[in-house]
């Protein structure tokens, strides 16, 4: 089975800390690039990060740039995202998804070039 599984979402006060994983079946994550992307009801598509396959450049949309940190684990094949310093508007479903290339900025956020699939998500809910 060829899948994506988010976790490590959960409810955490403004101020806190959560990070998720990515862990990939089926094939090895050492071989993509691959990307964080959110999505909140009334909200557009936020690609709020993204590392290089070649390099493991790391790439942050405005938003979450200073208080998220993408890396990956090839041993694990597992890709992280280390969320610090959580506001309320980071509330959301968190998705990671996969890429041939690299990461391409678009519409205010960075994704995996060419990127199609992704996991169910993990919900992150910061409230007080």
């Known amino acids: 089975q060829v899948q994506l599984v988010e976790s490590g979402g959960g409810l955490v006060q403004p101020g806190g800390s959560l990070r998720l994983s990515c862990a990939a079946s089926g094939f090895r994550l050492e071989y993509y690039a691959v990307g964080w992307f959110r999505q909140a009801p009334g909200k557009e598509r936020e690609g709020i990060s993204c590392i290089d396959r070649t390099d493991d450049s790391t790439v942050y949309a405005d938003s979450v740039k200073g208080r998220f940190t993408i890396s990956r684990d090839n041993v694990k094949n597992t890709v992280y995202l280390q969320m610090n310093n959580l506001k309320p508007e980071d509330t959301a479903v968190y998705y990671c998804?996969?890429?041939?290339?690299?990461?391409?900025?678009?519409?205010?956020?960075?994704?995996?070039?060419?990127?199609?699939?992704w996991g169910q998500g993990t919900q992150v809910t910061v409230s007080s």
């Open positions: 998804t996969t890429g041939l290339i690299g990461c391409t900025y678009y519409n205010g956020g960075w994704y995996p070039i060419g990127y199609d699939t």
